[in-house]
């Protein structure tokens, strides 16, 4: 209680709105930075750091899948509309997940933006290692099996979003050379959302991933690349 109390003294006046917000029951006001980043398949792939199988589950493996994450609706809703899902095996248990789609336009899950995916581009999205695995080369093994089916349907480009403070999958996306190409401010209050969708800046990060990974002198000049007006994202 005595630690609570210290905590919320420390609270700048916007954090304590945000708790106070956060505790009721209603959750009346949710809010939400992300960005959009596209990369061009093939991209540099490291050796696996541990070796792990890597394959396509479906519905059959819902329960494995729950018990890294219990959101077994979603899951289902996810299968039925034929979107498909890489798993990472370890002794008969799921060590992460990777989910994908290329369904024309898929909303995103919280705050239901609309992304779009064009015939040369897949989305892919919902990547989750569990801790223990972490740093093995997990994420890469996905992206290696999801570019090689990639090349079998002719496509190219994939689209994924990060918000703007997980340092950790910027980090693991910047050096593949994804690059941001939106940014996506939400606000969702009482059920309405309402959104600020803008152009990102070649060379553009957000702000506290420039503060961990340096600015865009970090960036490949495919990441500085302009993206096309005529392109969608
Ligand atoms: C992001 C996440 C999926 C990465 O999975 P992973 O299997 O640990 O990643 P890998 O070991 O394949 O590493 C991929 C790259 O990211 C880098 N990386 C991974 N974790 C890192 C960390 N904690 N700090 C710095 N770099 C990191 C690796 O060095 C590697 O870079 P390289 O290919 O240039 O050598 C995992 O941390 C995770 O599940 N996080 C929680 C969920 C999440 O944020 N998902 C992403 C939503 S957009």
């Given at each position: 209680m005595?630690?609570e109390l ?10 304590r709105?945000?708790s106070?917000?956060g505790h009721?029951?209603y959750?009346?006001?949710?809010m939400g930075m992300?960005y959009?980043?596209r990369?061009?398949?093939p991209?540099a ?5 541990r070796s792990?199988?890597?394959?396509e589950?479906g519905?059959?493996d ?18 039925g ?6 798993c990472a ?7 992460g ?12 899950g ?7 995916v ?6 892919a999205?919902?990547a989750?290692?569990?801790?223990p695995?972490r ?10 099996t999801l ?6 349907q002719g ?9 703007h403070?997980?340092v ?6 910047v050096?593949?050379?994804f690059y ?7 606000v969702?209050?009482?059920?309405r ?5 803008s ?8 702000p506290l ?11 490949s000049?495919?990441?500085?690349r ?8």
């Amino acid at each position: 209680m005595r630690i609570e109390l210290r905590r919320f003294v420390a609270m700048n006046s916007w954090q304590r709105v945000e708790s106070f917000v956060g505790h009721l029951p209603y959750k009346p006001l949710k809010m939400g930075m992300f960005y959009v980043l596209r990369a061009e398949w093939p991209f540099a792939i490291p050796p696996p750091i541990r070796s792990i199988e890597v394959k396509e589950s479906g519905i059959e493996d819902i329960e494995a899948l729950v018990r890294v994450h219990p959101k077994g609706d979603v899951f289902t809703t996810r299968f039925g509309l034929g979107d498909r899902c890489l798993c990472a095996w370890e002794q008969g248990e799921i060590a992460g997940y990777f989910w994908f789609s290329i369904r024309p336009t898929v909303l995103e899950g919280r705050f239901s933006y609309p992304i779009e995916v064009p015939e040369d581009t897949v989305y892919a999205y919902d990547a989750l290692v569990r801790e223990p695995f972490r740093k093995c080369g997990i994420l890469n093994q996905f992206w290696r099996t999801l570019g090689e089916w990639m090349a079998t349907q002719g496509r190219h480009r994939i689209s994924i979003i990060i918000d703007h403070d997980n340092v950790v999958s910027w980090k693991a996306h910047v050096s593949k050379g994804f690059y941001p190409t939106t940014k996506v401010v939400c606000v969702q209050c009482f059920g309405r959302n309402y959104r600020r969708v803008s152009p990102v800046q070649p060379g553009e990060l957000p702000p506290l991933v420039r503060t961990f990974i340096g600015d865009s002198a970090a960036l490949s000049d495919a990441q500085r690349r302009i993206p096309s007006k005529t392109e969608h994202v």
